[in-house]
């Protein structure tokens, strides 16, 4: 199983920019579809972008297209969230996740390993 480590969360004002990571400790991820979603408070988890185990293939959730980029590399074991322009609907607790299919999925119980999140607040 393998153990993922987000960082890079914090406090940034609208419009501000956060690089958040995941790193991969134990069994690689590097032939995995990976993931990041994010839960506010109160509020479902919901998923954010997917990408596949190549870096080839990404997808995002409709309010943050354009906004946000995620990449990956394999030889660090490392997923990257590059949050621009960002919004106070941004705040949330971020977390990737390791997905247990080929092909990028929005739903979380499609994903078995996750890690403890990450916080990212965004002021107005």
């Known amino acids: 199983q393998v153990q993922l480590v987000e960082s890079g969360g914090g406090l940034v004002q609208a419009g501000g920019s956060l690089r958040l990571s995941c790193a991969g400790f134990?069994?690689?991820?590097?032939?995995?579809?990976m993931g990041w979603f994010r839960q506010a408070p109160g509020k479902e988890r919901e998923f954010v972008a997917g990408i596949s185990w190549s870096g080839g293939i990404t997808y995002y959730t409709d309010s943050v297209k354009g906004r946000f980029t995620i990449s990956r590399d394999n030889a660090k074991s490392t997923v990257y969230l590059q949050m621009n322009s960002l919004k106070p609907e941004d705040t949330a607790v971020y977390y990737c996740?390791?997905?247990?299919?080929?092909?990028?999925?929005?739903?979380?119980?499609?994903?078995?390993?996750w890690g403890q999140g990450t916080q990212v607040t965004v002021s107005s």
């Open positions: 134990g069994r690689t991820f590097s032939r995995d579809v």
């Open positions: 996740a390791r997905s247990t299919l080929m092909a990028i999925s929005t739903l979380g119980d499609n994903y078995n390993s």
